[in-house]
């Protein structure tokens, strides 16, 4: 058993691309409508593009709201992605406008930093020690 695909709760499917895309670097796997205005959209990593997908799912049921506002309102991440440099991302991140939550900072074997994904979560970024 694998994981194939985890998702994301987004206010704004259209935003949440770009942000995913253009500031992140993920690429867009999968983009199909799906009913009136929902579309099931997925990003993937550029280095596993083959890898699991992350989809970019509309946070229209009545309980995401509530969910959502908890876990930022106590500073927990709704979701983790691996990055060589946490320091490094955070500094490039930065400079293209990202508001962090937590700068980087070590955990024993680990080093994260949390980031607002603009679009209704906070996203931990973090680095394994070698």
């Known amino acids: 058993m694998k ?3 985890t998702s994301v709760f987004v206010d704004d499917q259209a935003k949440a691309l770009r942000f995913y895309t253009e500031v992140l670097g993920f690429l867009k796997k999968h ?3 799906v ?8 990003v993937v990593s550029p280095d596993e593009p083959g890898g699991t ?4 799912e509309p946070a229209g049921h ?3 709201k509530t969910y959502r506002d908890a876990l930022v309102q106590d500073g927990i991440p709704l979701a983790q992605f691996a990055v060589g440099d946490v320091t490094a991302e955070y500094e490039r991140l930065r400079e293209l406008g990202v508001r962090f939550t ?9 080093t994260v930093a949390v980031f607002d994904d603009t ?3 906070l996203i931990q970024i973090a680095t394994q020690a070698q």
């Open 3 to 5: 994981i194939n695909m």
């Open 31 to 33: 983009d199909e409508p």
């Open 35 to 42: 009913g009136e205005q929902d579309r099931w959209l997925t």
């Open 53 to 56: 997908e992350l989809l970019l």
């Open 62 to 64: 009545p309980a995401v």
């Open 102 to 110: 937590q700068e980087p900072v070590e955990m024993g074997p680990v």
């Open 119 to 121: 679009c209704g979560n």
